[in-house]
């Protein structure tokens, strides 16, 4: 009996720690929200770490060795406009989103498309860019194909794990053969080998190859296939990174900046000469 | 050069010739298949170019890599070497938790692939190694500074520092189990007989092992340490996957910009070579020169 009593009267007390407690913790974690914002690291340290991973034309390196691209000059403006230093960490491909989660860089900004899967481990901003994809392929083994010749079992793509053009060609060509490489040059050799029927890529790249192998490759169509868009990664569970990303994009889409850099990377060739292209 | 062709039977020559004949149909047979134009021009500038800036040659990409290479395999090598002597000594303790700790972290290392170690200390226990000792912030205020030469000749780019370190740390980890392998082998083979005079002159255990029992192991050991060494160099091309600045991570950058593909490689593999063969035999000269 006086053990029950002493019971009843220890919940009672917890439930009373707890009333008064929980309003407290609410506040505190919204608090604690805002202060573990990488935002608020960011402006803490003065500097933003962008992670990157070399991807012809989103980041390259240029014949002096330093990088260059579209990422590089988002992250530029991005940096500036938040008043901060930029600093571009390149990492591997493979592990770079395992680097973002454990906290090596801030975001990445790497044309990195938004699938399901990844949205589960890393959030995503709204897209940045809207890659403009299209197919490169060996003149000799696609001869007369049209677009629905692709999507066969007997035709073989190659491209890079894990990029824009994976998906695209997944999602345009189920039926088709997907190989996956490391690297974007990779996927390229195959179907220059001939071990590939085809590869896609943003332009201008598809171009500039087939000009470069022109008794090999092509581009079979004039029209571009649009992707989903490429967003900024960044950890989950940062709604002030969420809402300072999504209104930089919005308001340089409005402005006009980030179409006239995509126009310059992606359509226009005057940066071909910085890198070893041809 | 006489001496050595009249050494040569008539059966070696065939050899040669055929060794010759299958090269150069392999070498037909890739030309053929490989649809690729070389650019073997454009390497020069990738290792080292003209500055019109400073008016002076600098290294550019492949250089600057195979510079932190060796940058990553002397601090490594040197940690792994301190960590391995003592694993060694902990293998023939007589003291049974330390004899069973050591066996128990070499058999870990050993056991597992590196590409597995390193992402599993890279992922979770370099970030909070670098956090707690404030590393990071402390690399960047020395980035910043006007005079940085020493840090920079030692070091690299001091923003690029936590990932150098790391690299270093989960290679010498890695590279020490070996070490202390050989090491333990070292110690054993010194002979029961100094042991005991040792002791007979009254040293305690810790003047034995470092007067009498070390230098004779160490003497022992030297030409596999060095061939451990020339391992550890070419291991150190894993830890590009965690994106240290070193020679493969630079190459697989310099490909995806440029599509130089096979001279990017072919160059790369010469440097490895270059390194690690004047290495050896540099190393098989010391150990004549101790013999004789």
């Not at chain 1, 994809?133 to 049209?146: H, K």
């Not at chain 2, 009249?6 to 070498?27: E, N, P, Q, S, T």
């Not at chain 2, 370190?165 to 002979?191: H, M, P, T, Y």
């Not at chain 2, 550890?232 to 600045?245: H, P």
């Amino acid at each position: 009996m006086k053990l029950t009593r002493r019971l009843f009267g220890a919940a009672l007390g917890l439930v009373a720690a707890a009333a008064i407690a929980l309003p407290t913790s609410a506040q505190q974690t919204r608090q604690a929200v805002s202060s573990d914002s990488v935002i608020e690291t960011i402006k803490e340290r003065g500097v933003i770490k962008i992670g990157l991973s070399i991807f012809k034309p989103w980041s390259m390196r240029d014949l002096e060795g330093e990088l260059i691209g579209f990422e590089l000059d988002v992250g530029r403006k991005l940096a500036e406009d938040m008043g901060v230093e930029v600093e571009f960490i390149p990492t591997s491909w493979d592990g770079i989103i395992p680097a973002l989660v454990s906290g090596k860089f801030d975001v990445i900004i790497s044309g990195m498309s938004i699938t399901a899967q990844r949205n589960l481990t890393v959030n995503f901003s709204d897209p940045y860019a809207y890659s403009g994809m299209t197919v490169l392929a060996n003149t000799a083994m696609t001869n007369g194909f049209t677009l629905e010749d692709y999507n066969k079992p007997e035709v073989t793509f190659a491209a890079r794990r894990g990029a824009t053009p994976a998906t695209v060609i997944a999602a345009m060509f189920p039926e088709a053969n997907l190989l996956l490489f490391d690297e974007d040059g990779a996927a390229t050799q195959e179907v220059l080998n001939g071990n590939a029927h085809a590869t896609m890529a943003s332009e201008p790249t598809p171009s500039t190859e087939a000009r470069r192998y022109s008794d090999t490759l092509s581009v079979p169509f004039s029209q571009t296939f649009l992707a989903t868009g490429e967003s900024f990664a960044y950890r989950k569970g940062d709604p002030d990174a969420s809402n300072f990303f999504n209104n930089w994009i919005g308001v340089n889409w409005a402005s006009g900046w980030l179409e006239e850099r995509n126009d310059y990377w992606f359509r226009g060739q005057e940066w071909a000469d910085k890198v070893a292209a041809e | 050069m006489r001496k050595t062709l009249k050494k040569l039977h008539w059966l070696d020559f065939v050899l040669i010739v055929l060794i010759g004949v299958f090269i150069a149909v392999v070498w037909v047979r890739i030309d053929g298949a490989l649809n690729y134009k070389w650019r073997w021009d454009r390497i020069p500038n990738y290792i080292l170019r003209w500055s019109e800036k400073d008016g002076a040659w600098v290294s550019n990409l492949l250089l600057q890599g195979f510079i932190t290479t060796i940058r990553i395999s002397i601090y490594s090598g040197i940690l792994a070497l301190i960590l391995g002597v003592i694993l060694g000594i902990s293998r023939v303790s007589n003291n049974l938790t330390v004899r069973m700790l050591a066996r128990t972290y070499l058999e870990f290392l050993r056991n597992i692939p590196p590409i597995v170690v390193i992402f599993i200390f890279y992922f979770f226990l370099s970030e909070q190694l670098i956090a707690a000792l404030n590393i990071e912030s402390w690399a960047r205020g020395i980035s910043r500074q006007e005079d940085n030469g020493i840090w920079t000749f030692f070091f690299g780019d001091m923003r690029r520092f936590p990932a150098l370190i790391s690299g270093v740390i989960v290679l010498a980890l890695f590279e020490s189990a070996f070490v202390g392998e050989i090491v333990r082998a070292g110690l054993q083979s010194v002979d029961k007989g100094q042991h005991e005079a040792a002791l007979s002159i009254g040293m305690g255990p810790l003047n034995k092992l470092w007067f009498i029992i070390l230098p004779q192991a160490v003497q022992k050991v030297l030409p596999p340490l060095a061939n451990q060494f020339i391992t550890l160099i070419k291991d150190s091309a894993i830890i590009s996957l965690i994106s240290v600045q070193e020679l493969t991570f630079k190459t697989v950058e310099l490909v995806a910009s440029t599509r130089m593909i096979f001279e990017a490689w072919i160059t790369t593999a010469a440097f490895y070579f270059l390194l690690c063969f004047s290495l050896s035999l540099l190393f098989r000269r010391l150990e004549r020169s101790k013999k004789y």
